[in-house]
C-alpha cells in the first residue's frame, strides 16, 4: 500500500524516531508468525483469521473513529474496490498463511512473505498499473524468484512441508495482487489512509460474517482434563491488535512522516525478525539454504526499487 496516496516529499533519510517507528513496525509485522503458530496450537486458521480480523478492525476504528469510517461505507463507489481489496490483501493471505504454518516453520513463512514486493511489481506489470520497466527490475524479479525457489527447496522436502510453503507463497502473491489494486482503486482517491485500512478490515469481517456458525461450532482444541490454552488466546490477542490493528496505525503514521521509501524498508526487516524469532522462541532451526534464498530475494526486492530505464 505504498505506492500511491503517499506523501512524496518527506524525507528519505529517517530521524531517530523514524527508525523507531521502523523497527516497531518490523517487529510487529515480523513477529506476526510467531503469534499465528502459537495460535494454532488451539483454534483453527479460519478462526485465527476471523480472530485477527475483528480485534484489528475494533482497534482501528477505535483509532481513526467510527465518524471518519462511516461517510467510506456508505459510498457505493467504494463498496467494489474495497470488497476486492478485503478478499486479496486481507482474508485469502491471511488464511493461506495460517493454513501454511500448519506445516511449515514461522520463519520459513517470514522468509517467503519477503516475496510480497516481488509480487507486487509483477502484478504491477501485468494490469499496467506501472507501464514501464528497467533492466534492473526484471533482474530483481529472477533474483527473487532464484530466492524463493531456494527457500522452497523442493528437492529436500522430508517432511512434506512443500505444500505448506506454496500457500505461503500463494498468500504473498495475493498480498501483491490486493497492494496493485488498493494504490490503483483506493489510496489513488487521496482518501485518508488509516480510515480506508479501517473500512478494508471492517469489510473483511463482514465477508467472514457467514461462517460465523461454522466457527463457533468449532471447539478450541484443549486436550482432556487440561486447562484453556490461555497463551493462544494471548498470542490470537497480540497478533490481532499488535499484529493486524496496531501495525496499519504505525505503518501509515510511518508513511505521513518519513516517506514511502523509509517505510517500504520494512520488507527487508520482516523476514529476519521472523527467523530469529522462531529459532529463538519456538527451537526452529535455521538452514543455511533458505537464509541464502531469503538474502537473494532481499536482494531481488533492492533490484527492482531501482527505476532506471537500464
Do not use: K
Not at 140 to 163: E, K, M, S, Y
Amino acid at each position: 500500500m505504498l505506492s500511491a496516496g503517499a506523501p512524496v516529499g518527506a524525507p528519505a533519510s529517517p530521524g531517530p524516531a523514524g527508525l523507531l517507528r521502523l523497527g516497531a513496525l518490523a517487529l510487529l509485522w515480523g513477529s506476526s508468525y510467531l503469534w499465528i503458530a502459537l495460535a494454532l496450537e488451539a483454534f483453527s486458521p479460519l478462526q485465527v483469521t476471523a480472530g485477527r480480523l475483528v480485534l484489528g478492525a475494533g482497534l482501528l476504528v477505535a483509532v481513526v473513529g467510527a465518524g471518519r469510517v462511516r461517510p467510506l461505507l456508505a459510498d457505493r463507489s467504494l463498496l467494489g474496490p474495497l470488497v476486492v481489496a478485503a478478499l486479496l490483501a486481507t482474508v485469502v493471505p491471511f488464511t493461506l498463511f495460517a493454513l501454511a504454518q500448519q506445516s511449515i516453520p514461522s520463519g520459513r513463512a517470514g522468509a517467503l512473505n519477503a516475496t510480497t514486493p516481488l509480487w507486487t511489481l509483477a502484478a504491477a506489470l501485468v494490469t499496467r498499473y506501472q507501464r514501464r520497466t528497467s533492466a534492473a527490475q526484471v533482474a530483481g524479479l529472477l533474483v527473487g524468484l532464484a530466492g524463493a525457489v531456494l527457500v522452497l527447496a523442493p528437492w529436500q522436502d522430508p517432511a512434506g512441508t512443500l505444500v505448506g510453503s506454496l500457500l505461503a507463497l500463494a498468500g504473498a502473491a495475493s498480498y501483491g495482487v490486493g497492494y496493485v489494486h488498493v494504490a490503483a482503486r483506493l489510496t489513488s482517491r487521496g482518501l485518508p489512509g488509516t480510515a480506508l485500512a479501517a473500512c478494508q478490515l471492517l469489510v473483511a469481517t463482514a465477508l467472514l460474517l457467514p461462517g460465523v456458525p461454522w466457527l463457533l461450532s468449532r471447539p478450541v482444541e484443549v486436550p482432556d482434563g487440561a486447562a484453556l490454552p490461555w497463551g493462544a488466546v494471548v498470542a490470537l490477542a497480540v497478533l490481532g491488535l499488535g499484529g493486524t490493528g496496531a501495525a496499519y496505525v504505525l505503518l501509515y503514521r510511518l508513511v505521513r512522516d518519513d516517506g514511502p521509501v523509509v517505510a517500504a524498508g520494512v520488507a527487508y526487516l520482516l523476514p529476519v525478525v521472523a527467523l530469529v524469532l522462531g529459532a529463538l522462541l519456538l527451537d526452529e532451526a535455521i538452514e543455511p539454504g533458505a537464509l541464502a534464498g531469503v538474502v537473494l530475494v532481499l536482494g531481488g526486492v533492492a533490484l527492482t526499487r531501482r527505476h532506471g530505464t537500464g
